[in-house]
């Protein structure tokens, strides 16, 4: 017999097996004898009252045992396809990788073409931007196999329960190096650490049944025959060497700082809209000051996580939030091209550093984008541009971001001194309201003057705003038919992920990667 109920438990008697037994016999008024397993199917951390809990929901397995202690929702078939269909994927992302295992599924070849390099080699180009502050416009934090995600923490939680199956998300991961506890944690979370292992054998599974990846390999140019895609143009990057790459049906999954596909679509007459997103700074506190303020203790319960937060209001006509909170996480150096930088975040599987950071960011759309008008539908990202290169310069031109102490950005002043900060290639004294566009300055001032009030000790001399957070979602939207999922002017063209303005994280890009995968396979075999 099979009983699933919810147990709650203090942190030390959560990790417990006997524990967890103990309260589930107490619970259902039975002899703990007959209890075998109690297996966690979901876990949460309670903080609402003074005394932090964790929460369980539990199935207890009463005088049986249970067939695998980790059990899969779903089935995943791998064959070869060498020899099938073949379809293009432009990104080797998270949305680039799940729709390439979904076309194996399928019956379909994917064929990868990503500009940046495998996890290995991608790794000794992120040291160049840390330690020498030279940026390779191909291979960095955006740019690489498994996308912006790989290096920038591996968060999976998401709000995209309608867009597909999760589930299946999160078991393909596990099935492919991830821990478990991934499918029961209410935030799973991976950790930048780990996601390399992870992102190299999906690679190996594509490799191993028949698909192909050409790192190192931009694309130039779209090939088409009146309404219909035919393939792609493409640039061998070590070897200077162009190609082309045949194919009736292409998913475009390129990332969404992929401004040069951006400007190749514009320059073409392919349809492409300017899409609202949102701007501000990335915040930094120590971790146990976090830790403090959310489990109302002055030292963290080591059966406890590094504490996180989730903070939102509205100030005005804009939204002011937290996005990507990282944990005992570090600030990353995210430019993409020289002449910019750009801040995020993310955290090792342990969450186990000194800090806290996380962006605090401000809604801008449509009326923002005014003064760029004149670049069309390109207008958010020169917008986005104009604001990192701004960064640039107040940092002193070299990598180094402008930043502001929490308390003299609420006192407009310049700060002094500055505390110590996770962001390697070291932040520089600025007054942050001749940084960031003036729209913005006072929604994010309001904005964290609120969230002070609703965390005490927020508001510290220790927090620190580091500039520019920017890269929070694509500035342009690339339309698709809703049904067909294809560009409504290029039948066989598929836009697609965060790029294409249809995601907001890993998940919800490995989502659409799998419906693009499915309604590219269906045109592929009709």
Not at 53 to 72: G, K, N, T
Request: hydrophobic share 40%; proline share 5%.
């Amino acid at each position: 017999m099979i009983k699933r109920i919810e147990l709650l438990m203090s942190p030390q008697e959560a990790v417990r097996a006997e524990a967890r037994k103990s309260m589930a016999a107490r619970a259902l008024g039975t002899n703990i004898s007959r209890i075998n397993s109690v297996l966690i199917r979901r876990r949460s951390i309670d903080a609402r009252q003074k005394q932090v809990a964790v929460r369980l929901l539990a199935d207890v397995y009463i005088d049986e045992q249970p067939a695998d202690e980790i059990i899969f929702e779903n089935k995943f078939s791998y064959e070869d396809v060498s020899g099938k269909p073949a379809a293009i994927i432009v990104g080797c992302g998270p949305a680039g990788m799940f729709a390439a295992l979904r076309l194996i599924e399928l019956g379909i070849k994917p064929v990868i073409i990503e500009r940046g390099k495998d996890v290995r080699n991608r790794r000794r180009d992120l040291a160049v931007i840390s330690r020498q502050g030279i940026v390779n416009p191909d291979s960095n934090y955006c740019f690489g196999e498994g996308g912006a995600g790989t290096y920038s923490d591996g968060k999976l939680y998401t709000r995209s329960g309608k867009r597909g199956n999760i589930s299946r998300i999160l078991e393909s991961f596990v099935l492919h190096g991830a821990s478990p506890d991934i499918l029961i944690d209410a935030h799973p979370h991976i950790g930048t650490n780990k996601l390399p292992q992870v992102v190299t054998a999906m690679r190996e599974k594509i490799l191993k049944h028949g698909g192909e990846i050409h790192f190192n390999t931009r694309v130039t140019g779209l090939i088409s025959s009146g309404e219909k895609i035919k393939g792609v143009k493409c640039v061998d990057i070590a070897k200077e060497k162009e190609t082309e790459i045949f194919s009736d049906a292409v998913i475009l999954a390129t990332g969404h700082s992929a401004r040069d596909i951006f400007s190749l679509l514009n320059d073409s007459k392919i349809l492409i809209e300017a899409k609202p997103f949102a701007m501000g700074v990335r915040i930094e506190h120590p971790q146990p000051l976090i830790d403090e303020i959310q489990y109302h203790a002055v030292k963290r319960n080591p059966f406890l996580p590094p504490a996180s937060y989730n903070l939102s209001c509205n100030i005005g006509s804009r939204g002011v939030y937290s996005f990507c909170m990282c944990p005992g996480g570090i600030i990353a150096p995210a430019a993409t091209a020289a002449g910019e930088v750009v801040v995020n975040g993310w955290s090792p599987s342990r969450r186990n550093n000194p800090y806290a950071n996380s962006g605090i960011v401000v809604s801008v759309d449509e009326k923002d984008f005014k003064k760029f008008a004149k670049h069309g539908a390109l207008s958010a990202m020169h917008y986005q541009a104009s604001a990192e290169q701004q960064s640039f310069a107040a940092g002193g031109k070299d990598l180094s971001a402008p930043a502001q102490r929490l308390s003299d950005f609420i006192s407009k002043k310049k700060s002094a001194s500055l505390p110590s900060c996770s962001y390697i290639p070291g932040i520089t004294s600025a007054l942050l309201d001749d940084v960031l566009p003036s729209e913005i300055i006072s929604p994010l001032r309001e904005g964290l003057k609120y969230f002070s009030g609703k965390m005490k000790k927020f508001l510290t001399e220790e927090a620190v705003l580091v500039a520019v957070e920017s890269r929070t979602s694509s500035p342009v939207r690339i339309p698709r038919d809703k049904e067909t999922l294809q560009h409504p002017q290029l039948s066989g063209l598929f836009p697609c992920g965060e790029g294409a303005g249809y995601a907001g994280g890993i998940v919800s890009a490995a989502l659409d990667g799998e419906r693009c995968a499915e309604k590219c396979a269906a045109l592929l075999l009709k």
